[in-house]
């Protein structure tokens, strides 16, 4: 985040004190938010974890008021989001604005940018989105951004496969424009895309030199808000992802170089590790479906889970979404993460920012190879890499040359990684962490938990 | 080769290939009616208000109907009421 704070908002800022999250809320928009934030309706948000708990610092009547946010374990992007999150965070959206609308409120800003992960919970973060409607406007002035940043996205993904990670590159989402070229006649004339990018296209004429906006009575104004709503949520319903089948979604089932045996002896090692050095928090590289990260919160971690196969990560999101574990997984690459993006880059930060020091413990299991073979990154960087992220312990797998899957990675250049032994790992390893067990499975692979040298 | 079905003929019998091809330019030109041109200055966003605006309208018709709908019902099982003597 840039230094001075968020800058687009009119009605405040958002910045950061040390590991203290604050919002700026500007004097002639203190009173309205101060009000909104001490309603029943907000409050019972906070208490459901469905908005950020938020409380009043400083409340003085004709000065800026500040507010601190509960900090949230692990600020995402919606471009690190699985399509699963993507719709989860939507119907929040429409949640939020439909139940405000029974207070006389509705949501001005509608963009996923205004929720984070907590666990697999979205989480609406903008205190400030809310605003009392005028009981006379029959319009949710919010709608084309919902439909430009949410639904957009979703719809170009999937009807033309295109990668939800593609809206890092689209602040505001996308128009109807940028998908009708590609949509096929059928698709085009069909619901839910004929309402949401034919339609508006073919109106985008009228409405050029501006539109009147419409004043109706307030029972009519309502019906038509919550048609709308409704038909908006039936739209999300049609374009939500079907679970997909992917090179890696089903690699714990399918894993020929792993007996059941190493897959018990595995997890026993792990568990025993997890149970031994108690972590709070923990990141698994390399997550999988997340087996790892499950163990893990089961023995007391916060979990945040990379990997970069979007169907794994969805499955693993909707695991711990359905058994309430304090797992998030992400869309994420250990060996090119995330940038920062946004005004002077500062806007979002990158990956490494947000993880730098912020784990206990990362769990790097059957990862390793890929870095070294397939990303060709040093060991030694990787080590320094793991160093910056973990303040403290590491559970580690070792491929030895012999492995299947190893020597499937070299793709006959197995002559270039000749000097990857065990005793290369050790000794690379040392420089910047401590062996405290280590354990050889029957394949042939070796556990390793390690500590860093203070 | 499959045999045709009696259906089949009888749309046959009816449409030449080039009654086909006649039809099918014919939806093709009034589709390209409807494309839009390229506005350099148009807010590539606005449509979707105006869509909103449209459906708010349709919505509008909906609620005018359903009120007068459920007036007309009001005025009937009220005619149906027996009259209460003084």
Known sequence: MIASGTFRD???????????????????????????????????????????????????????????????????????????QWVQAASLTLDLCEEALDDGLILKDATPLNILFSGPRPVFVDVLSFERRDP???????????????????????????????????RDGYVPADLAPFLSLLRRW????????????????????????????????????????????????????????????????????????????????????????RPARVLDVGANTGVYSRIAAECGGNVVAWDTDVQAADLNWRIAQRENLPILPLIADFARPTPAVGWQNRESASLLDRAKGKFDCVLMLGVLHHLLVTDQIPLSAIFEQLGEISTRWAIIEWIPQEDAQFDELCRGRQELYSYLSEEYFVQALSRRFIVRDRSQLANGRTLWLVEAVL | MEKSTGRDMHLYRFYSPLDFLLITLQILAVLGALEQPAHAYADPGSGLLAFQILSTTFAGFIFILRRRVHQLFKRMTEGFKPKHSV
Request: net charge positive; glycine share 4%; aromatic share 10%.
């Open chain 1, 10 to 84: 009119p009605q405040g800022r958002l910045y950061q004190e040390g590991e203290r999250v604050l919002r700026e809320v500007y004097p002639e928009h203190a009173e309205p938010t101060l009000a909104w934030l001490r309603s029943p309706l907000a409050k019972r948000w906070m208490e459901q974890g469905r908005m950020v708990p938020t409380r009043v610092l400083r409340a003085k009547s004709g000065q800026a008021a500040l507010l601190e946010h509960e900090r949230i374990v692990f600020p995402s992007y919606p471009w690190e989001w699985t399509p699963g």
């Open chain 1, 136 to 170: 006379h406007s029959p319009l949710w002035i919010a709608y084309a951004q919902f439909v430009r940043t949410f639904l957009l996205p979703l719809g170009a993904y999937v009807h033309l496969g295109w990668p939800l990670a593609a809206t890092m590159q689209r």
């Open chain 1, 190 to 277: 069909r619901s839910p895309l004929r309402s949401l990018v034919t339609l508006p296209r073919l109106l985008e004429r009228k409405a050029h030199g501006g539109l009147r906006r419409p004043q109706v009575s307030e029972e009519l104004s309502a019906f038509a808000v919550r048609r709308l709503l409704r038909s908006t949520r039936k739209a999300l319903r049609s374009l939500t992802p079907t679970a997909r089948e992917s090179r890696w979604s089903d690699y714990t089932q399918t894993a020929a170089h792993y007996k059941s045996s190493d897959h018990e002896a595995k997890q026993q090692f792990v568990r025993r590790a997890l149970e031994r050095i």
